[in-house]
């Protein structure tokens, strides 16, 4: 699991932002929401402009160099803060596997430059490079021995080079510890209901909704998806001219899904394609990005109580403070995100907050300084 985030100079904040998922509380309710004492699932508000989105991108930046997964590159122009003088970015990430910690930091000066990085496992160094310095690498990898260490092309990263380049010895407990970390991060999904199936890691390359869910028989698990979330309809399977097309069903006619499909429908049939893989590929760690932007209220608690069934760290950004309750999650699993700073609401206020507290009230008055 994530357990700890900082980031320096990308985007919108020029200060460090720390993320910290291992700041809860002994709530006992929802406790299902904590693992170990680290937040899995977490909901981010915070008003337009405040880096909800960006906040995101900074935690999937380490997919373009780790992972041959997908990359959104678009979203990653204007990659430095526009504000500073300093043309380094600063990553910083805390990992917990079982009673296991490894950190990871690096630098870059845009999204294909690695200038700085470096792993250690329980604080103990495990690769690192510095092109500031030298082009040469430190690593300490059992398997690694006779690696090449003057690696100095600065797409390369150190960890990458490692990993495709060594035969490390399998039974050694810290290299077993760097395949978890990396099986985790190729595990990591960011998607944003805003757009059509524009994502981050876990694939590569693009597949049509509909057509996906046709190729994987799922029409009809799609269709009682729907309905069981409140779309009456009823779906098909229309070919025209070798062309499979996934269509409503009327008494009278047939039509295209996604030339009537309403704005909330084609949301949750990007969710409904993204769940797919929830359930088959294990992710580890999901980030949807304003999840709810077109969700009634009942349909928004519905598919946060869906996503706390999964065995997956989960973080949505949402604008919808309706789903500020401790009957769905806790008072440390929502964050509030607000010049250059993110806490949770428990720790946004002296206040003890108990389970029979209206928290979404509490935050409209101001009592977590929004």
Known sequence: MLTKFEVTNFKNFEETLTFDFTQTNAYKFNEE???NGVVNKALIYGHNGTGKSNLGFAIFDLVSHLTDKNIDKDVYQHYVNANSKNELV??????????????YRYIKSDLSILIAEELHINNTLFASIDRNQKSEAKINVKGAETLKKDIGDSKISILSYINKNAILDEKNQENIIFQQFLSFVNSMLFFRSLDENRYIGLEQGHSAIDSDIIEHNNVKDFEIFL????????????????????????????IPFFSIASS??????????????????????????????????????????????????????????????????????YFLLKENDIKSLSNRTPKEL??????????KAGSFGL
Request: charged letters at 25%.
């Open 227 to 254: 309905n069981d979330v409140g779309i009456k309809c009823n779906l098909d399977v229309i070919e025209i001219l070798s062309e499979k097309l996934l269509v409503f069903k009327f008494n009278n006619k047939i």
């Open 90 to 103: 600063e990553f910083k990430y805390t990992f917990k596997f079982n009673k296991d910690i490894v950190e």
């Open 264 to 333: 909330g429908t084609k949301s949750l049939a990007l969710f409904y394609f993204w769940f797919q893989r929830l359930k088959e590929n294990g992710i580890g760690f999901l980030f949807i990005d304003e999840f709810d932007a077109f969700y009634h209220h009942d349909l928004s608690v519905n598919i946060v109580k869906l996503l706390k069934t999964l065995d997956t760290q989960v973080i949505l950004t949402t604008h919808n403070t309706s789903v500020i309750s401790n009957e769905l999650l806790r008072p440390d699993c």
């Open 354 to 363: 108990r389970e029979a507290h209206n928290i979404e009230k509490m935050y």
């Open 33 to 35: 929401c904590v693992t």
